[in-house]
């Protein structure tokens, strides 16, 4: 991607949609022979011309994202709001696409509740890990495989199964309340493909997870 996109994306967007403006625009890629001082040139362009109300990246760095920030506040223009990386239970082993960047560790959560960020969390189930699609030795999906298997995240999951069988819901229902849970602005994306898929994520909206419980789950051991 590239600032100088931005105008003539947003044209065709505009276009198809029929709207005269956004109200979220978030650049699906940073480019990072770009200096930051572009990309926040070109959004606040489309801010100033109305077509944009708030905007962020997605696969953004956080000291890119902070790097941007700090020229916006320098220069008396509005900041990046949204982080749009992957974020769930399940913490990425492998990008599932070259550039792919995640928020699941503790000290890019520990980020994200100290500064209030929002974010929108794509992949928020970790692909269908928490299924019995995913278990050690089942390679039959090489993606899941790839970029989810390893002995922390499979530890995630028993722990999601046990909680999900003691509040009477299915493992991804509780790995999408996760992310829905955090101590900061959190959106989980997700993406089912069947009207099952739909049922199973759904209950997550009516499930509250305690601190300690957040903390629980995300254990490394």
């Known amino acids: 991607d590239h600032p100088?996109?931005?105008?003539?994306?947003?044209?065709?967007i505009l276009g198809h949609?029929?709207?005269?403006?956004?109200?979220?625009?978030i650049a699906h890629r940073d480019n990072e022979d770009v200096p930051v001082s572009e990309w926040i040139d070109a959004f606040n362009a489309?801010?100033?011309?109305?077509?944009?109300?708030?905007?962020?990246?997605?696969?953004?760095?956080?000291?890119?994202?902070?790097?941007?920030?700090?020229y916006a506040k320098a220069n008396g223009k509005q900041g990046m709001t949204i982080l749009n990386n992957n974020l769930a239970l399940a913490e990425m082993v492998n990008p599932v696409w070259g550039g792919?960047?995640?928020?699941?560790?503790?000290?890019s959560r520990q980020w994200l509740e100290d500064t209030q960020t929002v974010h929108m969390a794509w992949s928020s189930t970790a692909r269908a890990f928490f299924t019995d699609r995913s278990a050690p030795g089942k390679t039959d999906d090489e993606s899941l495989a790839h970029c989810w298997y390893s002995e922390a995240n499979f530890k995630r999951k028993a722990r999601a199964e046990e909680l999900a069988t003691k509040k009477g819901c299915k493992p991804i229902s509780?790995?999408?309340?996760?992310?829905?849970?955090?101590?900061?602005?959190?959106f989980a994306l997700v993406g089912p493909e069947t009207p099952t898929e739909m049922v199973t994520v759904l209950p997550s909206l009516d499930i509250t997870l305690t601190p300690d419980e957040i903390k629980w789950l995300a254990m490394d051991d």
Request: aromatic letters at 14%; one cysteine or more.
């Open 4 to 12: 100088k996109n931005i105008e003539w994306q947003m044209d065709e």
């Open 17 to 25: 949609f029929g709207t005269d403006y956004a109200d979220i625009y």
């Open 46 to 70: 489309e801010v100033d011309r109305g077509r944009v109300k708030v905007f962020g990246g997605s696969n953004w760095s956080i000291e890119r994202f902070n790097e941007a920030n700090a």
């Open 100 to 107: 792919c960047l995640h928020v699941s560790d503790q000290k």
């Open 174 to 186: 509780i790995a999408a309340a996760w992310v829905l849970c955090q101590p900061f602005p959190s």
